[in-house]
Protein backbone atom coordinates (compact mmCIF):
# COMPACT_ATOMS: atom_id res chain seq x y z
CA UNK A 1 0.00 0.00 0.00
CA UNK A 2 0.89 3.60 -0.84
CA UNK A 3 1.56 4.25 3.11
CA UNK A 4 4.97 2.44 2.97
CA UNK A 5 6.49 4.86 0.75
CA UNK A 6 9.12 7.06 1.98
CA UNK A 7 8.29 10.59 2.25
CA UNK A 8 11.37 13.14 2.91
CA UNK A 9 10.70 15.98 -0.03
CA UNK A 10 8.99 19.05 -0.12
CA UNK A 11 5.05 18.44 -0.31
CA UNK A 12 4.72 15.50 -0.01
CA UNK A 13 2.98 15.54 3.71
CA UNK A 14 1.46 17.09 6.57
CA UNK A 15 2.91 15.59 10.05
CA UNK A 16 1.52 16.15 13.44
CA UNK A 17 2.82 13.61 16.16
CA UNK A 18 3.79 10.45 14.71
CA UNK A 19 0.96 10.39 12.32
CA UNK A 20 1.71 12.01 8.56
CA UNK A 21 -1.02 13.12 6.00
CA UNK A 22 0.61 11.68 2.21
CA UNK A 23 -0.22 14.84 -0.14
CA UNK A 24 -1.62 13.96 -3.49
CA UNK A 25 -0.85 16.25 -6.05
CA UNK A 26 -4.04 17.29 -7.85
CA UNK A 27 -3.61 17.06 -12.05
CA UNK A 28 -0.19 17.12 -11.35
CA UNK A 29 0.30 20.22 -9.51
CA UNK A 30 2.69 21.20 -6.99
CA UNK A 31 1.36 25.14 -7.18
CA UNK A 32 -2.69 26.23 -7.31
CA UNK A 33 -1.20 28.76 -10.28
CA UNK A 34 0.04 25.67 -12.14
CA UNK A 35 -2.02 24.38 -15.64
CA UNK A 36 -3.27 21.19 -15.29
CA UNK A 37 -1.32 18.27 -16.04
CA UNK A 38 1.51 20.02 -16.79
CA UNK A 39 4.67 18.51 -17.59
CA UNK A 40 7.10 20.73 -15.60
CA UNK A 41 5.30 19.95 -12.32
CA UNK A 42 5.35 16.05 -13.60
CA UNK A 43 9.08 16.21 -13.20
CA UNK A 44 9.03 18.65 -10.09
CA UNK A 45 6.91 15.44 -8.51
CA UNK A 46 8.90 13.05 -9.87
CA UNK A 47 12.05 14.08 -8.71
CA UNK A 48 10.36 14.71 -5.36
CA UNK A 49 9.63 10.97 -4.81
CA UNK A 50 5.23 12.80 -4.89
CA UNK A 51 1.98 10.99 -5.06
CA UNK A 52 0.32 12.57 -8.31
CA UNK A 53 -3.45 12.54 -9.58
CA UNK A 54 -4.17 12.74 -13.69
CA UNK A 55 -7.69 12.47 -15.38
CA UNK A 56 -8.34 10.41 -17.78
CA UNK A 57 -10.51 10.44 -20.68
CA UNK A 58 -10.59 8.65 -23.85
CA UNK A 59 -10.22 9.66 -27.48
CA UNK A 60 -12.07 8.44 -30.50
CA UNK A 61 -10.06 5.91 -30.95
CA UNK A 62 -9.23 4.65 -27.72
CA UNK A 63 -6.32 6.74 -26.69
CA UNK A 64 -5.85 7.65 -22.63
CA UNK A 65 -5.43 11.20 -22.47
CA UNK A 66 -4.79 13.32 -19.33
CA UNK A 67 -7.80 15.38 -19.14
CA UNK A 68 -10.82 16.43 -17.18
CA UNK A 69 -13.26 17.52 -18.67
CA UNK A 70 -14.97 15.47 -21.65
CA UNK A 71 -14.58 18.32 -23.49
CA UNK A 72 -11.37 20.01 -25.34
CA UNK A 73 -12.33 23.16 -24.59
CA UNK A 74 -11.20 24.10 -21.57
CA UNK A 75 -7.51 22.34 -21.28
CA UNK A 76 -6.57 22.64 -24.60
CA UNK A 77 -7.15 24.88 -27.83
CA UNK A 78 -9.64 22.37 -29.09
CA UNK A 79 -13.13 22.43 -29.23
CA UNK A 80 -15.87 19.52 -28.77
CA UNK A 81 -16.02 16.06 -26.76
CA UNK A 82 -12.97 14.32 -26.41
CA UNK A 83 -14.70 10.63 -27.09
CA UNK A 84 -14.75 12.44 -31.17
CA UNK A 85 -11.48 13.14 -31.58
CA UNK A 86 -8.50 11.05 -32.51
CA UNK A 87 -5.47 11.33 -31.19
CA UNK A 88 -3.09 12.59 -33.83
CA UNK A 89 -5.82 15.47 -33.69
CA UNK A 90 -5.10 16.18 -29.77
CA UNK A 91 -1.51 15.60 -30.19
CA UNK A 92 -2.06 19.28 -32.72
CA UNK A 93 -3.73 21.04 -30.18
CA UNK A 94 -1.61 23.13 -27.22
CA UNK A 95 -2.93 22.91 -24.23
CA UNK A 96 -4.20 26.06 -22.18
CA UNK A 97 -2.85 28.17 -18.98
CA UNK A 98 -5.28 28.69 -16.03
CA UNK A 99 -6.35 31.56 -17.40
CA UNK A 100 -6.95 30.17 -21.29
CA UNK A 101 -3.78 31.17 -22.90
CA UNK A 102 -2.43 28.96 -25.12
CA UNK A 103 0.72 26.81 -24.18
CA UNK A 104 3.29 25.45 -26.14
CA UNK A 105 2.74 22.12 -25.12
CA UNK A 106 0.70 19.54 -26.50
CA UNK A 107 -2.06 17.66 -23.70
CA UNK A 108 -0.59 14.50 -22.23
CA UNK A 109 -1.56 11.28 -22.90
CA UNK A 110 -0.96 8.17 -20.48
CA UNK A 111 1.75 6.19 -22.23
CA UNK A 112 4.33 9.31 -22.33
CA UNK A 113 3.33 9.54 -18.54
CA UNK A 114 3.97 5.73 -17.56
CA UNK A 115 7.22 6.08 -19.41
CA UNK A 116 8.39 8.83 -17.51
CA UNK A 117 7.46 6.89 -14.17
CA UNK A 118 9.33 4.18 -15.12
CA UNK A 119 12.69 6.41 -15.18
CA UNK A 120 12.52 7.22 -11.48
CA UNK A 121 12.95 4.43 -8.79
CA UNK A 122 12.02 6.60 -6.04
CA UNK A 123 9.00 6.92 -4.18
CA UNK A 124 6.76 8.74 -7.14
CA UNK A 125 3.50 7.58 -7.04
CA UNK A 126 0.50 7.86 -9.75
CA UNK A 127 -3.22 7.82 -8.96
CA UNK A 128 -5.57 7.45 -12.31
CA UNK A 129 -8.72 9.19 -12.07
CA UNK A 130 -11.47 7.64 -14.91
CA UNK A 131 -13.44 10.78 -16.15
CA UNK A 132 -15.41 8.12 -18.76
CA UNK A 133 -19.07 9.14 -17.87
CA UNK A 134 -20.45 5.31 -18.47
CA UNK A 135 -18.18 5.07 -21.96
CA UNK A 136 -17.73 1.17 -22.27
CA UNK A 137 -13.96 0.11 -22.71
CA UNK A 138 -12.92 -1.68 -25.94
CA UNK A 139 -10.41 -4.38 -27.03
CA UNK A 140 -7.58 -1.54 -27.99
CA UNK A 141 -8.73 0.68 -24.81
CA UNK A 142 -8.24 -2.32 -23.08
CA UNK A 143 -5.26 -3.09 -24.66
CA UNK A 144 -3.33 0.37 -24.37
CA UNK A 145 -4.35 0.70 -20.92
CA UNK A 146 -2.89 -2.87 -19.55
CA UNK A 147 0.34 -2.44 -22.21
CA UNK A 148 0.93 1.43 -20.58
CA UNK A 149 0.14 0.92 -16.79
CA UNK A 150 1.01 -3.14 -15.63
CA UNK A 151 4.45 -2.73 -16.12
CA UNK A 152 4.45 -0.13 -13.56
CA UNK A 153 1.55 -0.98 -11.78
CA UNK A 154 2.75 -1.43 -8.23
CA UNK A 155 2.95 2.22 -8.55
CA UNK A 156 -0.54 3.05 -9.28
CA UNK A 157 -4.14 3.78 -7.97
CA UNK A 158 -7.01 3.41 -9.83
CA UNK A 159 -9.84 4.95 -8.66
CA UNK A 160 -12.90 6.73 -10.04
CA UNK A 161 -17.16 6.74 -9.00
CA UNK A 162 -17.84 4.06 -11.07
CA UNK A 163 -16.98 1.19 -9.52
CA UNK A 164 -16.77 -1.70 -11.90
CA UNK A 165 -14.15 0.71 -14.88
CA UNK A 166 -12.34 0.31 -11.82
CA UNK A 167 -12.29 -3.31 -11.34
CA UNK A 168 -11.90 -3.93 -15.29
CA UNK A 169 -8.95 -1.56 -15.52
CA UNK A 170 -7.12 -2.90 -12.01
CA UNK A 171 -7.12 -6.36 -13.55
CA UNK A 172 -5.27 -5.50 -16.37
CA UNK A 173 -2.63 -4.21 -14.39
CA UNK A 174 -2.35 -6.96 -11.55
CA UNK A 175 -0.50 -5.45 -8.31
CA UNK A 176 -2.33 -1.70 -8.79
CA UNK A 177 -4.57 -0.58 -6.33
CA UNK A 178 -8.19 0.19 -6.49
CA UNK A 179 -10.39 3.11 -5.36
CA UNK A 180 -13.60 4.26 -5.33
CA UNK A 181 -15.26 7.56 -5.12
CA UNK A 182 -18.61 7.66 -3.59
CA UNK A 183 -19.91 11.20 -3.96
CA UNK A 184 -22.13 10.44 -6.92
CA UNK A 185 -24.23 7.93 -3.85
CA UNK A 186 -25.46 11.76 -1.96
CA UNK A 187 -28.65 11.96 -3.55
CA UNK A 188 -27.77 15.47 -4.79
CA UNK A 189 -24.24 15.42 -5.64
CA UNK A 190 -24.64 19.00 -6.90
CA UNK A 191 -25.48 20.55 -3.42
CA UNK A 192 -23.96 17.50 -0.74
CA UNK A 193 -25.65 17.63 2.66
CA UNK A 194 -25.95 14.49 5.08
CA UNK A 195 -29.51 15.50 7.04
CA UNK A 196 -29.03 14.13 10.02
CA UNK A 197 -27.15 11.17 11.68
CA UNK A 198 -29.25 8.36 10.01
CA UNK A 199 -28.27 9.73 6.52
CA UNK A 200 -24.39 9.76 7.30
CA UNK A 201 -24.73 6.38 9.08
CA UNK A 202 -26.27 5.14 5.48
CA UNK A 203 -24.12 6.94 3.43
CA UNK A 204 -21.33 4.53 5.04
CA UNK A 205 -23.01 2.02 4.61
CA UNK A 206 -23.05 2.67 0.87
CA UNK A 207 -19.72 3.18 0.48
CA UNK A 208 -18.40 0.20 1.77
CA UNK A 209 -20.94 -1.54 0.19
CA UNK A 210 -20.96 0.20 -3.62
CA UNK A 211 -16.89 -0.99 -3.78
CA UNK A 212 -16.63 -3.99 -1.65
CA UNK A 213 -13.12 -5.19 -2.26
CA UNK A 214 -11.52 -1.14 -2.77
CA UNK A 215 -8.24 -0.29 -1.09
CA UNK A 216 -8.98 3.77 -0.79
CA UNK A 217 -12.22 5.34 -0.57
CA UNK A 218 -11.82 9.02 -2.10
CA UNK A 219 -14.53 11.20 -0.11
CA UNK A 220 -14.98 15.03 -0.38
CA UNK A 221 -14.08 17.08 2.23
CA UNK A 222 -17.83 18.67 3.51
CA UNK A 223 -19.07 15.01 3.52
CA UNK A 224 -16.28 14.15 6.31
CA UNK A 225 -16.88 17.30 7.96
CA UNK A 226 -20.79 17.06 7.76
CA UNK A 227 -20.33 13.60 8.96
CA UNK A 228 -18.46 14.53 11.75
CA UNK A 229 -20.86 16.92 13.05
CA UNK A 230 -23.32 14.13 13.25
CA UNK A 231 -21.21 12.13 15.31
CA UNK A 232 -20.21 9.87 12.56
CA UNK A 233 -16.79 9.36 11.33
CA UNK A 234 -16.61 8.13 8.12
CA UNK A 235 -12.69 7.75 8.32
CA UNK A 236 -12.52 5.42 11.21
CA UNK A 237 -15.88 3.31 9.80
CA UNK A 238 -13.59 2.63 6.58
CA UNK A 239 -10.40 1.66 8.36
CA UNK A 240 -12.77 -0.86 10.00
CA UNK A 241 -13.24 -2.36 6.98
CA UNK A 242 -9.71 -2.22 6.21
CA UNK A 243 -9.84 0.84 4.06
CA UNK A 244 -7.94 3.59 3.71
CA UNK A 245 -8.87 7.19 2.99
CA UNK A 246 -8.07 10.32 0.89
CA UNK A 247 -10.13 13.53 1.36
CA UNK A 248 -10.73 16.16 -1.65
CA UNK A 249 -9.45 18.38 -2.49
CA UNK A 250 -8.62 20.65 -0.02
CA UNK A 251 -6.58 23.71 -0.46
CA UNK A 252 -5.02 26.52 1.28
CA UNK A 253 -7.70 29.33 1.82
CA UNK A 254 -10.67 26.91 2.29
CA UNK A 255 -12.73 28.24 4.96
CA UNK A 256 -12.14 26.14 7.87
CA UNK A 257 -9.32 24.61 6.63
CA UNK A 258 -7.50 24.52 10.08
CA UNK A 259 -10.34 22.60 11.98
CA UNK A 260 -10.59 20.48 9.22
CA UNK A 261 -6.90 19.18 9.36
CA UNK A 262 -6.84 18.80 12.86
CA UNK A 263 -9.69 16.98 12.72
CA UNK A 264 -8.15 14.58 9.49
CA UNK A 265 -5.40 14.25 12.08
CA UNK A 266 -7.80 12.94 15.08
CA UNK A 267 -9.23 10.41 13.10
CA UNK A 268 -6.37 9.43 11.28
CA UNK A 269 -7.30 10.15 8.01
CA UNK A 270 -4.12 8.68 5.51
CA UNK A 271 -3.67 10.46 2.05
CA UNK A 272 -5.16 14.34 1.22
CA UNK A 273 -5.56 15.97 -2.12
CA UNK A 274 -4.67 19.33 -2.84
CA UNK A 275 -3.76 21.81 -6.04
CA UNK A 276 -1.40 23.40 -3.68
CA UNK A 277 0.75 20.74 -1.83
CA UNK A 278 3.72 23.23 -1.05
CA UNK A 279 2.08 25.97 0.49
CA UNK A 280 -0.05 23.46 2.35
CA UNK A 281 2.62 22.27 3.83
CA UNK A 282 4.42 25.87 4.66
CA UNK A 283 1.16 26.36 5.60
CA UNK A 284 0.39 23.47 8.21
CA UNK A 285 4.32 23.72 9.66
CA UNK A 286 2.90 27.51 11.02
CA UNK A 287 0.14 26.43 12.41
CA UNK A 288 1.73 23.51 14.21
Known amino acids: MTAERSMTGPGLKLCHGDHAIRLKWHKLR???QVPAHDRESLAQGLAAGALMEVDLQLT????WVCLHDATLDAETTGTGPVAAALRKAIERLRQRDQAGAPLTTPPLFLDELLDRLSHHANGARLQLDLKLDGRSIEG????RFGAAVAPQAARVDIGAHDWQAVVELASLAPGSSAGFDPFELIANPD????????????FARA?????????????????????????????????????EVDCWTVDPGLDGLEPLIRHLF???CDQLTTNAPLALEAWWQRCS
Not at 60 to 63: E, F, I, K
Not at 140 to 143: G, H, K, S, T
Not at 222 to 241: F, P
Open 30 to 32: HAS
Open 60 to 63: ADDH
Open 140 to 143: LARA
Open 191 to 202: APRLADRAAAEA
Open 207 to 243: MLAAAPDAKMLYLYHGLISEAAGLGVDLVGIAHGRGR
Open 266 to 268: AVG
